[in-house]
């Protein structure tokens, strides 16, 4: 897989070290073997039609689940405490989280998606979650798992999970606005996509190191809040066609020239990562898990251009 953006020697003045790459690649099929073996038991348990749904539903979520196990192993690392088992498995939960709530606010229709963000505050302020159907059941047990791990009063990793849902809370309360938003300058209607993309990202991020650090420094979560948002840019470039399919708006696919765009985003995003976080090894695998993710998300947006096709994940 060539790993380079093209141009990259000539805007950057840094690339990710080969041993930073092959670690990435050596990494993956070990993430994707221990996601396997960590959420197949709980999904046969809980919600076994996962295990054969015609949208391949499973097999995406190991995915996601296995780079989001990437970016904690970086997350750890960059913070000098090591990527231990315990850590692996909240990484592991977290990443199916993601994937479960993500469906719920995007696969079921507003009607639904809405009233997901009314119970999931309730969920929060009171720890009551009433069950509708097995993926619901599915959802709970892993949140419930998740939050064993760690004392989710603690004022760090309270509030960043109440930042992401004001984040999450947000863009769907942006979507019910269709008409106000069309109505808007060009420039302010772009800038409000742009940071819904970017809190619903990097919020997700800095939760993610709160559920594995004892403590967050503001400098550390300032910089893995850029390697957040840079994440879900790429992400929504590469699903461009995807959501245009589903009348989903974004700010990449609200763009006339989104590659380009996107180029300058990861450019810069990656240049704030470089001269803000000290060099080491947890710093070269984000930036290395970064790169990839970007050339194969600029990759998967070419393939449905051509295709047309519906949403589908970069199986590696």
Not at 60 to 83: F, N, Q, R, W
Not at 123 to 136: D, K, M, P, Q, S
Not at 159 to 184: H, N, P, S, T
Request: glycine fraction near 4%.
């Amino acid at each position: 897989m060539a790993w380079e953006p093209h141009a990259a020697r000539k805007t950057l003045g840094w690339q990710p070290p080969a041993a930073a790459r092959e670690r990435v690649d050596s990494l993956m099929p070990v993430y994707r073997r221990f996601v396997t073996e960590t959420l197949e038991p709980i999904v046969k348990a809980y919600y076994p039609a996962l295990l054969e749904n015609a949208g391949n539903e499973y097999r995406k979520m190991v995915e996601l689940s296995t780079k989001m196990m990437l970016v904690g192993h970086a997350c750890t690392e960059i913070a000098d405490y090591p990527y231990d088992e315990r850590r692996q498995r909240i990484t592991c939960l977290f990443g199916c989280c993601c994937f479960l709530a993500d469906s719920f606010l995007d696969d079921f229709g507003e009607e639904a998606t809405r009233a997901y963000v009314t119970r999931l505050e309730r969920l929060f302020a009171t720890g009551w979650f009433e069950v509708g159907n097995e993926r619901e059941t599915l959802f709970y047990i892993v949140v419930s798992r998740l939050f064993a791990e760690r004392d989710i009063l603690e004022p760090t990793l309270r509030q960043a999970i109440l930042r992401l849902f004001e984040a999450q809370r947000r863009d769907v309360e942006m979507r019910g606005l269709e008409a106000e938003m069309k109505a808007l300058p060009r420039a302010r209607r772009l800038a409000r996509l742009k940071r819904l993309a970017r809190d619903r990202s990097g919020h997700a991020i800095i939760l993610l190191a709160a559920f594995l650090l004892p403590n967050l420094s503001l400098d550390y979560i300032r910089h893995i809040f850029v390697a957040g948002a840079l994440i879900m840019f790429i992400d929504d470039h590469g699903d461009c066609y995807a959501d245009r399919a589903d009348r989903r708006v974004t700010y990449m696919n609200a763009l006339g020239r989104p590659e380009q765009a996107l180029r300058r985003i990861f450019f810069s995003h990656i240049e704030k990562l470089m001269q803000g976080l000290r060099p080491a090894a947890g710093r070269d695998l984000l930036i290395a898990f970064l790169t990839r993710y970007y050339v194969t998300r600029l990759q998967k947006h070419r393939e449905q251009r051509r295709l047309r096709g519906p949403a589908w994940a970069v199986y590696e």
